[in-house]
Protein backbone atom coordinates (compact mmCIF):
# COMPACT_ATOMS: atom_id res chain seq x y z
CA UNK A 1 0.00 0.00 0.00
CA UNK A 2 0.99 3.80 -0.39
CA UNK A 3 1.47 6.14 2.12
CA UNK A 4 -1.57 7.78 0.97
CA UNK A 5 -3.62 4.43 1.05
CA UNK A 6 -2.71 4.40 4.47
CA UNK A 7 -3.80 7.47 5.42
CA UNK A 8 -7.14 7.47 4.26
CA UNK A 9 -7.55 4.00 5.32
CA UNK A 10 -6.53 4.95 8.62
CA UNK A 11 -9.06 7.96 8.62
CA UNK A 12 -12.13 5.86 7.71
CA UNK A 13 -11.15 3.19 10.49
CA UNK A 14 -10.84 6.02 13.26
CA UNK A 15 -14.33 6.93 12.68
CA UNK A 16 -15.47 3.16 12.41
CA UNK A 17 -13.85 2.10 15.57
CA UNK A 18 -14.78 5.61 17.52
CA UNK A 19 -10.71 6.63 17.81
CA UNK A 20 -8.82 9.66 18.51
CA UNK A 21 -5.13 9.70 17.38
CA UNK A 22 -2.89 11.93 19.81
CA UNK A 23 0.57 12.43 18.37
CA UNK A 24 3.28 13.91 19.92
CA UNK A 25 5.34 16.36 17.79
CA UNK A 26 8.35 13.85 17.12
CA UNK A 27 6.61 11.56 15.65
CA UNK A 28 7.20 11.37 11.76
CA UNK A 29 4.77 13.32 8.78
CA UNK A 30 2.62 11.12 7.56
CA UNK A 31 1.78 10.62 11.49
CA UNK A 32 1.79 13.90 11.99
CA UNK A 33 -0.66 14.36 9.01
CA UNK A 34 -3.20 11.33 9.82
CA UNK A 35 -3.68 12.42 13.57
CA UNK A 36 -6.51 13.96 15.28
CA UNK A 37 -3.92 16.28 17.54
CA UNK A 38 -0.56 16.60 17.80
CA UNK A 39 1.85 18.91 19.90
CA UNK A 40 4.36 19.11 22.98
CA UNK A 41 4.00 16.66 26.23
CA UNK A 42 1.77 19.70 27.59
CA UNK A 43 -0.50 20.05 24.74
CA UNK A 44 -1.23 16.38 24.45
CA UNK A 45 -2.55 16.47 28.29
CA UNK A 46 -4.50 19.20 28.20
CA UNK A 47 -6.60 17.86 24.67
CA UNK A 48 -6.73 14.37 26.44
CA UNK A 49 -9.36 15.75 28.35
CA UNK A 50 -11.59 16.81 25.41
CA UNK A 51 -11.44 13.56 23.53
CA UNK A 52 -14.73 12.32 22.72
CA UNK A 53 -13.83 9.08 21.39
CA UNK A 54 -14.04 6.13 23.28
CA UNK A 55 -10.48 4.92 22.55
CA UNK A 56 -7.10 7.12 22.10
CA UNK A 57 -4.14 5.28 20.48
CA UNK A 58 -1.05 7.40 21.55
CA UNK A 59 1.82 7.76 18.88
CA UNK A 60 5.04 8.74 21.77
CA UNK A 61 6.25 7.02 24.03
CA UNK A 62 4.80 5.15 27.23
CA UNK A 63 5.18 8.09 30.05
CA UNK A 64 2.92 9.46 27.25
CA UNK A 65 0.21 6.67 27.13
CA UNK A 66 0.03 6.82 31.03
CA UNK A 67 -0.33 10.37 31.16
CA UNK A 68 -3.44 10.38 28.83
CA UNK A 69 -4.29 7.27 30.96
CA UNK A 70 -4.01 9.35 34.52
CA UNK A 71 -6.30 11.91 32.76
CA UNK A 72 -8.91 10.47 30.76
CA UNK A 73 -9.11 7.31 33.06
CA UNK A 74 -11.86 5.98 31.75
CA UNK A 75 -11.02 5.56 27.96
CA UNK A 76 -9.22 2.76 26.37
CA UNK A 77 -5.80 4.63 25.85
CA UNK A 78 -3.17 2.70 23.51
CA UNK A 79 0.02 3.11 22.69
CA UNK A 80 1.33 3.19 19.61
CA UNK A 81 4.26 0.51 19.81
CA UNK A 82 5.25 -1.29 23.64
CA UNK A 83 8.73 -0.36 23.25
CA UNK A 84 8.46 3.32 23.14
CA UNK A 85 10.04 3.87 26.14
CA UNK A 86 11.71 7.01 27.17
CA UNK A 87 14.91 6.66 28.69
CA UNK A 88 15.08 10.08 30.58
CA UNK A 89 11.47 8.49 32.43
CA UNK A 90 13.58 5.58 33.20
CA UNK A 91 16.40 7.23 35.08
CA UNK A 92 14.08 7.47 38.07
CA UNK A 93 11.86 5.07 39.85
CA UNK A 94 9.96 4.59 42.91
CA UNK A 95 12.68 3.47 44.87
CA UNK A 96 15.36 6.02 44.32
CA UNK A 97 12.60 8.94 44.60
CA UNK A 98 11.90 7.54 48.08
CA UNK A 99 15.82 7.75 48.91
CA UNK A 100 15.84 11.36 47.52
CA UNK A 101 12.81 12.23 49.77
CA UNK A 102 14.43 11.12 52.78
CA UNK A 103 17.98 13.12 51.57
CA UNK A 104 15.67 16.26 51.20
CA UNK A 105 13.09 16.12 53.63
CA UNK A 106 10.76 19.40 53.41
CA UNK A 107 12.05 20.00 49.69
CA UNK A 108 8.32 20.01 47.52
CA UNK A 109 9.36 17.61 44.79
CA UNK A 110 8.70 18.61 41.21
CA UNK A 111 9.01 15.96 38.98
CA UNK A 112 9.07 16.57 34.97
CA UNK A 113 6.17 14.65 33.48
CA UNK A 114 9.27 12.44 31.08
CA UNK A 115 8.47 10.45 34.47
CA UNK A 116 6.67 6.63 34.88
CA UNK A 117 3.06 7.03 37.25
CA UNK A 118 4.85 5.64 40.23
CA UNK A 119 6.91 8.03 40.47
CA UNK A 120 4.56 11.00 39.47
CA UNK A 121 2.56 9.45 42.28
CA UNK A 122 5.32 10.11 45.17
CA UNK A 123 5.44 13.94 43.53
CA UNK A 124 4.16 17.34 44.95
CA UNK A 125 4.16 18.60 41.58
CA UNK A 126 4.52 17.67 37.40
CA UNK A 127 5.20 19.97 35.07
CA UNK A 128 6.16 20.15 31.22
CA UNK A 129 9.12 21.90 29.41
CA UNK A 130 6.25 24.39 28.55
CA UNK A 131 4.87 24.85 32.10
CA UNK A 132 7.75 24.63 34.24
CA UNK A 133 9.06 27.99 35.04
CA UNK A 134 5.00 29.18 35.51
CA UNK A 135 4.63 26.48 37.90
CA UNK A 136 7.80 26.43 39.85
CA UNK A 137 7.63 30.57 40.36
CA UNK A 138 4.65 29.57 41.86
CA UNK A 139 5.10 26.94 44.69
CA UNK A 140 5.02 28.29 47.89
CA UNK A 141 8.50 26.53 49.36
CA UNK A 142 11.56 27.61 48.19
CA UNK A 143 13.28 24.06 48.19
CA UNK A 144 12.69 22.44 45.75
CA UNK A 145 13.51 18.96 44.38
CA UNK A 146 13.40 18.72 40.96
CA UNK A 147 13.65 15.39 38.59
CA UNK A 148 14.76 13.83 36.71
CA UNK A 149 16.18 16.03 33.93
CA UNK A 150 18.93 18.07 35.64
CA UNK A 151 19.01 20.35 32.22
CA UNK A 152 15.83 21.35 32.11
CA UNK A 153 16.05 21.70 36.18
CA UNK A 154 19.12 24.52 35.30
CA UNK A 155 17.11 26.27 32.41
CA UNK A 156 14.38 26.68 35.38
CA UNK A 157 16.62 28.01 37.98
CA UNK A 158 17.76 30.74 35.73
CA UNK A 159 14.70 32.02 35.15
CA UNK A 160 13.94 31.56 38.64
CA UNK A 161 16.51 32.50 40.81
CA UNK A 162 14.80 33.05 43.83
CA UNK A 163 14.05 29.58 44.61
CA UNK A 164 16.74 26.64 46.05
CA UNK A 165 16.25 23.96 42.96
CA UNK A 166 18.00 20.64 43.86
CA UNK A 167 18.72 18.56 40.62
CA UNK A 168 20.07 14.98 40.19
CA UNK A 169 22.35 14.14 37.38
CA UNK A 170 20.50 12.35 34.47
CA UNK A 171 18.97 13.97 31.49
CA UNK A 172 17.74 12.89 27.58
CA UNK A 173 20.35 10.89 26.03
CA UNK A 174 18.52 12.20 22.82
CA UNK A 175 19.48 16.13 23.34
CA UNK A 176 22.54 15.40 25.38
CA UNK A 177 24.10 14.71 21.78
CA UNK A 178 24.26 18.13 21.21
CA UNK A 179 27.48 20.04 21.82
CA UNK A 180 28.97 23.38 21.96
CA UNK A 181 30.82 22.14 18.77
CA UNK A 182 27.70 21.54 17.11
CA UNK A 183 26.56 25.33 17.77
CA UNK A 184 30.06 26.57 16.64
CA UNK A 185 29.87 24.22 13.63
CA UNK A 186 25.94 25.15 12.62
CA UNK A 187 26.95 29.01 13.57
CA UNK A 188 29.92 29.21 11.20
CA UNK A 189 28.07 27.22 8.64
CA UNK A 190 24.90 29.34 8.78
CA UNK A 191 25.64 32.53 9.89
CA UNK A 192 22.28 34.51 9.39
CA UNK A 193 20.71 31.25 11.25
CA UNK A 194 18.47 31.94 14.73
CA UNK A 195 19.56 28.84 17.08
CA UNK A 196 15.96 27.27 18.49
CA UNK A 197 16.98 24.95 21.46
CA UNK A 198 14.99 22.70 23.64
CA UNK A 199 15.52 23.24 27.67
CA UNK A 200 16.33 19.58 28.23
CA UNK A 201 20.18 20.58 25.70
CA UNK A 202 23.08 21.35 28.10
CA UNK A 203 22.99 24.53 29.74
CA UNK A 204 25.96 25.30 27.69
CA UNK A 205 24.48 24.66 24.48
CA UNK A 206 20.98 26.16 25.82
CA UNK A 207 22.79 29.32 26.47
CA UNK A 208 24.07 30.40 23.37
CA UNK A 209 20.60 29.47 21.80
CA UNK A 210 18.46 33.00 20.38
CA UNK A 211 15.06 30.80 22.05
CA UNK A 212 14.58 27.88 24.45
CA UNK A 213 11.70 26.58 24.63
CA UNK A 214 9.26 23.37 24.32
CA UNK A 215 8.91 21.51 20.66
CA UNK A 216 5.94 23.50 20.28
CA UNK A 217 7.20 26.74 21.49
CA UNK A 218 10.04 26.16 19.24
CA UNK A 219 7.81 25.43 16.31
CA UNK A 220 5.32 28.61 16.99
CA UNK A 221 8.64 30.67 17.28
CA UNK A 222 9.87 29.76 13.71
CA UNK A 223 6.16 29.69 12.33
CA UNK A 224 5.93 33.31 13.57
CA UNK A 225 8.90 34.72 13.27
CA UNK A 226 10.54 37.44 10.53
CA UNK A 227 13.97 35.74 10.21
CA UNK A 228 14.05 32.98 7.52
CA UNK A 229 16.66 31.00 8.51
CA UNK A 230 16.08 28.28 11.84
CA UNK A 231 19.28 26.04 13.16
CA UNK A 232 16.64 23.40 15.20
CA UNK A 233 18.14 21.93 18.42
CA UNK A 234 15.71 19.22 19.45
CA UNK A 235 14.55 15.97 17.76
CA UNK A 236 15.19 15.98 13.68
CA UNK A 237 11.80 15.42 13.61
CA UNK A 238 10.85 19.39 14.19
CA UNK A 239 13.16 20.32 11.50
CA UNK A 240 11.29 18.25 8.84
CA UNK A 241 7.95 19.52 10.27
CA UNK A 242 9.18 22.96 9.64
CA UNK A 243 10.21 22.44 6.49
CA UNK A 244 6.76 21.27 5.41
CA UNK A 245 4.97 23.87 7.66
CA UNK A 246 6.96 27.16 6.05
CA UNK A 247 8.52 26.06 2.59
CA UNK A 248 9.96 29.35 2.43
CA UNK A 249 12.30 29.64 5.36
CA UNK A 250 15.44 27.21 5.96
CA UNK A 251 15.95 24.91 8.60
CA UNK A 252 19.05 23.03 9.87
CA UNK A 253 19.12 20.16 12.08
CA UNK A 254 21.51 21.27 15.39
CA UNK A 255 23.09 17.71 14.29
CA UNK A 256 22.03 14.92 12.44
CA UNK A 257 22.66 12.53 16.11
CA UNK A 258 19.72 14.59 17.73
CA UNK A 259 17.03 11.28 16.84
CA UNK A 260 15.11 9.98 19.42
CA UNK A 261 15.56 5.61 18.38
CA UNK A 262 12.13 5.59 20.76
CA UNK A 263 9.98 8.22 19.15
CA UNK A 264 11.00 6.59 15.43
CA UNK A 265 9.59 3.15 16.81
CA UNK A 266 6.48 3.83 15.02
CA UNK A 267 5.37 4.27 11.69
CA UNK A 268 2.26 4.64 9.62
CA UNK A 269 2.33 0.88 8.99
CA UNK A 270 1.90 -0.28 12.57
CA UNK A 271 -0.30 2.81 13.54
CA UNK A 272 -2.44 1.44 10.94
CA UNK A 273 -2.09 -1.78 12.41
CA UNK A 274 -3.36 -0.33 15.46
CA UNK A 275 -6.38 1.05 14.62
CA UNK A 276 -6.93 -2.18 13.47
CA UNK A 277 -6.81 -3.63 17.19
CA UNK A 278 -3.96 -5.45 15.75
CA UNK A 279 -1.04 -3.93 17.22
CA UNK A 280 0.04 -1.53 20.33
CA UNK A 281 -0.48 -1.38 24.11
CA UNK A 282 -3.85 -0.99 26.08
CA UNK A 283 -2.06 1.09 29.38
CA UNK A 284 -3.92 -0.70 32.53
CA UNK A 285 -3.43 1.14 35.63
CA UNK A 286 -5.08 0.33 39.12
CA UNK A 287 -7.54 3.03 40.49
CA UNK A 288 -5.20 3.86 43.30
CA UNK A 289 -2.03 4.45 41.02
CA UNK A 290 -4.37 6.75 38.74
CA UNK A 291 -5.41 8.67 42.23
CA UNK A 292 -1.79 9.09 43.27
CA UNK A 293 -0.31 9.93 39.83
CA UNK A 294 -3.37 12.74 38.89
CA UNK A 295 -2.65 14.42 42.51
CA UNK A 296 0.92 16.15 41.07
P1 LIG B 1 7.97 18.59 24.99
O1 LIG B 1 7.16 17.88 23.99
O2 LIG B 1 7.13 18.86 26.18
O3 LIG B 1 8.62 19.81 24.48
O4 LIG B 1 9.13 17.61 25.46
C1 LIG B 1 10.01 17.08 24.57
C2 LIG B 1 10.29 15.68 24.84
O5 LIG B 1 11.37 15.29 25.08
C3 LIG B 1 9.22 14.74 24.78
O6 LIG B 1 9.69 13.53 25.17
FE1 LIG C 1 12.75 10.82 26.18
FE2 LIG C 1 14.52 12.44 25.07
FE3 LIG C 1 13.19 10.75 23.54
FE4 LIG C 1 11.94 12.83 24.66
S1 LIG C 1 13.55 12.91 23.13
S2 LIG C 1 11.21 10.73 24.57
S3 LIG C 1 13.02 12.99 26.61
S4 LIG C 1 14.65 10.22 25.17
Not at 52 to 67: P, Q, S, W
Not at 274 to 295: N, P, Q, T, W, Y
Request: charged residues 25%; contains cysteine.
Amino acid sequence: MKINEIQSSIGRLKKENDICILAHSYQSQDIIETADFTGDSYALSMKAKEVKEKTIILCGVRFMAETVKIISPRKKVILSDPNALCPMAEQIDAQLLTELKKRYPGYTVAAYINTSAETKALCDVCVTSSSAVRIIKNIKNNNILFVPDCNLGDWIKKQVPSKNIVTVSGGCPTHLRMTVSDVNAARNEHPGALLLVHPECRPDVTSKADFAGSTSAIMKYAENSNEKEFIIGTENSITEHLRFACPDKKFYPLSKECVCHNMRLTDLAELYECVKGLAGEEIVMSDDLIRAAKRP
